[in-house]
């Protein structure tokens, strides 16, 4: 890409891209695609075929193009366009060579990526600007180690390549690939976007800016709102009347993906929000703003990274970034957060993907960047108490208690969309290791104060125990199937443990009629600097009681450790596997 910006309102963008797919695995990549929006101009479309030998057989332009709403999110109402070409070829390998120039009036965002995504090699990627505008521009480089920029200034032209670049494979427990990748990034310090131009000087500059020209135009009390404050009669402390007011939005909204106006970055107005009873994230943020505006309540529209991975902001390098948008109300002790996107989240409750990094709080007088809390482990537990009858016959009668918080409760919210013959058919498939009889799903609750899901799941399950003789063993951990990874081939790249978590299980059995335990298995614990386990066994009053707790800690860790990991995890498997004999009278 050559990018030449004449003016903060003026960028000219030339792209010269060639692809070779190897085999029809590749055709994706093969597939030419061009995003365009009211603020751009694309021409000079042109894209050749190449084969083998290196000699063109098909040629195609602009008219040979299909062109689509850019919906990857499939939202209601969006105005970004994408040109859409699929040339075929029957033989391989082959070569797309696409060549375009692209006009436009916004300049907030500049960045070189070489490479977006796995299985694609790149043997050489270049990116250049020439700087025509006067505007003093910031660079951050971040080389990563599968490649380093080559970086040169010719006559003020900026150049920045990379070569030779080995295609991503995708591995167990790899980190968001934004991690992987190397990347330059710019920061214009005057810019436009969708015909207004503002400040990236400075963090407070820019949150100015986006207060007063974003947030501000859409955020107007009307009598409406005040009046909607006004029918839920708040009292009691300021938690408590967010909650009520928190609740009340998700009682009467949903979440529907917009991106027009602002290049998508502007909320849709407090007042149609209030009216139609839906938006995205931006749009629910602003209006729950205004709500707790109306109510008296300081609160701040905060923009983040939700990843998997921690991806947080940098305090020396302002820019126009993030991918989501959560509110901050601060209190006397510490913030509260809602996240504004679900009908059925708990209140003061981030999903875990918004935890452990920092956010952009906008404010009147500019940005302040502020921390979101951090997950322990055990704040994000699966916890079951149960009592099981083993059977002569092999079978069992399981009745169980589940308690999830945390990140746990997020992975389980979607049970609450889930009709009752789906939602048992999904306890079948979760405990899929077992030969369900019957089962059956009990007191399904979400506790939106407290952020916990709970239920009893009450099942028969046959060939659990397997026969020896007349004695039968089986495994004390009945519900899931141990996690294991492959650890044969050589790591790659480094690995993550992004969700910590905490699995406390505690089993009760209680043996047939006629029969006792034979022996008793040995109590174990492990301790890694990836987690614990522990498992204890115990005999009370004729039954066997296990004690189970695996706790995995959140971390980032060389690819060297990978082994280890996987020698812990593999320990585990192994105590989850333990058997037990019981013998007959």
Known sequence: EDHILKAVNEMEIKNN???????????????????????????????????????????????????????????????????????????YPYTVRTSYEVNTSDTAFLNFTPVWTYQLAVQKSSFSLLNKSGIKIRTKISDKPIAKVNYTDEGGIWKYSYENIPALKHEPLAPSLDYLIPTVEFSPEKFSLAGRQGDMTSWDTFGKW??????????????????????????????????????????????????????????????DVSKKGYGD??????????????????SYYAIIYADDSVISFDKDFPKFSGNHAILMIPTEK???????????????????????????????????????PVYKPEQSKEKILAKI???????????????????????????????????????????????IDKINVENLTNDRDQARIVYDLKLSANGFSKKLGTDLFFPVMPYYQSVTFSADEERMHPFETSFPFQDDYEIEYNLPAGYRIAEVPQSSTLTTEFGTYSINFKVKDDKLVVHRVLTINKGLYPKEKFKDYMAFRKKTASNDNTKVLISKL
């Open 210 to 271: 986006y207060y007063h020209q974003l947030m501000s135009p859409v955020s107007e009390v009307t009598p409406e709102i005040m009046a909607e404050v006004a029918k839920l009669n708040l009292s009691g402390t300021t938690s408590e009347k967010v909650k009520k007011l928190y609740q009340y939005m998700q009682d009467k909204t949903r979440y529907i993906f917009i991106s027009i106006g602002i290049g998508g970055w502007q909320p849709m107005h407090a007042a």
């Open 281 to 298: 994230c931006k749009a629910l943020t602003n209006y729950m703003r205004t709500l707790l505006t109306a109510a008296g309540i300081p």
């Open 17 to 91: 891209v060639a692809i070779t797919v190897l085999n029809s695995s590749g055709d994706e990549f093969g597939v030419v695609t061009i995003p365009y929006n009211p603020t751009t101009k694309v021409s000079n479309i042109k894209v050749e075929l190449y084969d083998s030998a290196g000699k063109i057989f098909k040629t195609f332009s602009k008219k040979d193009f299909s062109d689509y709403t850019h919906n990857p999110s499939a939202g209601l109402y969006v105005d970004d366009r994408i040109l859409v070409l699929r040339p075929v070829s029957t033989k």
């Open 334 to 372: 510490e913030p509260i957060w809602l996240e504004n996107t679900s009908q059925k989240v708990a209140f003061n409750h981030l999903f875990y993907n918004s935890h452990n990094r920092n956010v952009l709080a906008v404010k009147e007088n500019g940005i302040e960047i502020v921390n979101t």
């Open 389 to 435: 009858q083993l059977q002569e016959d092999g079978s069992i009668a399981s009745d169980a208690s589940f308690v999830f918080s945390g990140g746990q409760y997020d992975s389980n919210l979607r049970l609450f969309s889930l009709k009752n013959d789906e939602l048992q058919e999904a306890m079948k498939n979760r405990h899929y290791n077992l030969k």
